[in-house]
T-cell receptor, first 113, second 113 residues
Framework: GENVEQHPSTLSVQEGDSAVIKCTYS??????FPWYKQELGKRPQLIID?????GEKKDQRIAVTLNKTAKHFSLHITETQPEDSAVYFC????????????FGKGTTLSVSS | GAGVSQSPSNKVTEKGKDVELRCDPI?????LYWYRQSLGQGLEFLIY????????KSGLPSDRFSAERTGGSVSTLTIQRTQQEDSAVYLC???????????FGPGTRLTVT
């Protein structure tokens, strides 16, 4: 089955710095890769996603890159702010049907001012 | 509009008792997912429904866990003879189709004493 590895598990940056979180997946049939942000005590919320026919997608300070050959994708947050502090989860769709998602174990991002 | 709702929000039960968790997905969403999140951990996929059928039950931890969905809407996750290791937040999510955003419910925090 699909396996998603996420690194690092924790990440501490200074306000204004960039943060990068990386994920690898095992199922070459995966074609949808969302990123979720979960603030303490709250439910996960989608922040950005990318599909297999695109190599990069950007939304303001957030960008995601995908390398299908290497089966890895990354989240880039620029000009980090304290409110970016949260747990971030990557996910990959399971198989060609692409309905279920397998999540990485999460990265706890701390942005200090 | 109304999002995904779950009930109860908190459940404390004694070891060995059965519990039933409920998920009301967004109206019209055909796919529904159950995840488990232990304290400080990632999202563990349990089961998903496409309509009323469950194509993939591989994530269920043991035969004490079962789930059903009727009428293509409400789903219940049942845990029989609960154990302390079942303590976690159980999250439900729904989406309208493959490769689309999963909307998460607020979760049910289960504590087995």
């Amino acid at each position: 089955g699909e396996n998603v590895e996420q690194h690092p598990s924790t990440l501490s940056v200074q306000e204004g710095d960039s943060a990068v979180i990386k994920c690898t997946y095992s199922d070459s049939a995966s074609n949808y890769f969302p990123w979720y942000k979960q603030e303490l005590g709250k439910r996960p919320q989608l922040i950005i996603d990318i599909r297999s026919n695109v190599g990069e997608k950007k939304d303001q300070r957030i960008a995601v890159t995908l390398n299908k050959t290497a089966k890895h994708f990354s989240l880039h947050i620029t000009e980090t702010q304290p409110e970016d502090s949260a747990v971030y989860f990557c996910a990959a769709s399971m198989g060609q049907a692409g309905t279920a998602l397998i999540f990485g174990k999460g990265t706890t991002l701390s942005v200090s001012s | 509009g109304a999002g995904v709702s779950q009930s109860p929000s908190n459940k404390v039960t004694e070891k060995g008792k059965d519990v039933e968790l409920r998920c009301d997905p967004i109206s019209g969403h055909t796919a529904l997912y159950w995840y488990r999140q232990s304290l400080g951990q990632g999202l563990e996929f349990l089961i998903y429904f496409q309509g009323n059928s469950a194509p993939d039950k591989s994530g269920l931890p043991s035969d004490r866990f079962s789930a059903e969905r009727t009428g293509g809407s409400v789903s219940t996750l049942t845990i029989q003879r609960t154990q302390q290791e079942d303590s976690a937040v159980y999250l439900c999510a729904s989406l309208s189709g493959p490769g689309r955003e999963q909307y998460f419910g607020p979760g049910t925090r289960l504590t087995v004493t």
